[in-house]
């Protein structure tokens, strides 16, 4: 079968400071649904590889990110909760990419389930997410199944399929996708990692911006 794996859109920033914006767990901003927009769109025009399935995390990031590909693909979305985020339950929600310690020290510290203020067990996190990918592979023989998820679940997956120490190694892009295959026997062959075509052709000059419906 085939695996797309999707980062979601651009979420709300959430502060400590009282202004929650969704509380720990917050929705996309305008940008955030805009890239998710394109994003359906683009993978509904792509024929043959297109989904068959959509599976999504049960945080809101996601959801809404997987709102859009129902939309444009005319399927059912299914939620399963082993694909949330490390940060789940975490007093308030941090991007990565505008954490301004040093990059080393934060990628270490999450390695040993500590993200900030929030602590989760590492073991735990991989054991659920390999468990969640291996169902849906054993469960879409032949099918192509887009999954909406995070940052450190991508990396989390793709460090088993490739092998490597466990450790955040690719910043995925907001609506970024990977392609894999992958056989129930275990077998996975990475295709591409961190694509955004979708994105890419919404800044040229010579295509024009995709509306929302």
Same mark, same amino acid.
């Given at each position: ?12 920033? %959430? ?144 460090? %088993? ?8 190694? %690719? ?43």
């Amino acid at each position: 079968m085939d695996l797309i794996l999707v980062r979601h859109g651009r979420p709300e920033t %959430v502060r400590s400071d009282g202004d929650l914006r969704g509380g720990a767990d917050p929705g996309l901003t305008e940008e955030g649904h805009r890239q998710a927009d394109l994003l359906g769109r683009y993978l509904a025009r792509d024929g043959a590889a297109a989904p068959d399935v959509v599976v999504t995390s049960p945080m809101r990031r996601a959801r809404e990110t997987a709102r859009a590909l129902e939309t444009h693909l005319h399927l059912p979305v299914r939620v399963d909760p082993r694909l949330a985020e490390f940060d789940i339950g975490a007093p308030a929600y941090v991007p990565a990419e505008s954490v301004t310690l040093d990059r080393e020290v934060l990628w270490r510290a999450l390695e040993t389930g500590e993200w900030g203020a929030h602590t989760f067990d590492p073991d735990a996190f991989e054991a659920r997410v390999a468990e969640a990918f291996t169902e849906i592979i054993a469960a879409n023989a032949g099918a192509t199944v887009a999954v909406v998820c995070h940052n450190g679940v991508i990396n989390s997956f793709l460090s %088993v399929v490739l092998g490597r120490p466990r450790g955040m190694f %690719v910043q995925p892009d907001y609506t970024s996708f990977s392609r894999l295959v992958a056989a129930r026997s275990g077998r996975r062959q990475l295709r591409s990692i961190n694509e955004t075509p979708h994105l890419q052709l919404a800044r040229s000059p010579a295509e024009p911006r995709a509306r929302p419906a």
